[in-house]
């Protein structure tokens, strides 16, 4: 079995990810964690000393290592899906999990952190929340696309009642197996 969770950057890949593979008993990888592990670097770092073109090079060499293995719940980046040969391995190797979230709690969740290279520089300057939101959109316009492409769609917005990790996770473990 492979899982791996798409989605935007902060919609709760890395969170719900060891929380799915310790319940399954599946072995867990976070692809940005092994790119930085593998270049010895940050991937802020990697973005402005070597720039995306590099970093996807990286990402995908690394996912089609990963892929080789069985038994693992794999924390894609925001955008690795969107280069076709890894939404193809993807698709031929195992189940793909989108987790959707929207613009506003993306805003929420991106609004302080400086370890996103796409958005770094909103952060620093202090930018308005619509700027965070216009940028947002633009991105996701081009992802979506991919993003729906997955096996399956979670969206893990923060309601007013507020969902939970543990409640997402389950979510995902009965839809995984209504699949199978």
């Not at 593979?21 to 670097?41: A, C, M, P, R, T």
């Not at 959707?100 to 929420?108: A, C, L, N, R, T």
């Not at 096996?151 to 917005?157: C, R, S, V």
């Amino acid at each position: 079995m492979r899982i791996y969770l798409t989605g935007f950057m902060a919609s709760g890949k890395s969170t719900i990810g060891p929380i799915l593979s310790n319940v399954l008993g599946l072995e867990f990888y976070d692809l940005d964690q092994e790119i930085e592990e593998h270049e010895k670097s940050s991937i802020v770092e990697i973005f402005e000393k070597k720039g995306e073109p590099y970093f996807r090079n990286v990402e995908s060499e690394i996912l089609k290592k990963i892929a080789q293995k069985d038994n693992i719940i794999v924390s894609l980046g925001g955008g690795t899906i969107t280069i076709p040969q890894n939404l193809e391995l993807m698709k031929n190797t195992g189940k793909i999990i989108y987790l959707k979230v929207s613009p506003e709690d993306i805003y929420k969740r991106l609004k302080s952190k400086t370890d996103r290279p796409l958005f770094r520089d909103l952060v620093l300057k202090e930018a308005s929340k619509e700027d965070f939101i216009k940028r947002i959109n633009e991105l996701l316009e081009k992802r979506e696309p991919f993003y729906n492409k997955a096996d399956l769609i979670i969206d893990t917005d923060q309601t007013p009642i507020g969902i939970t990790v543990d409640t997402i996770a389950k979510k995902i473990m009965r839809l995984i197996n209504e699949k199978d």
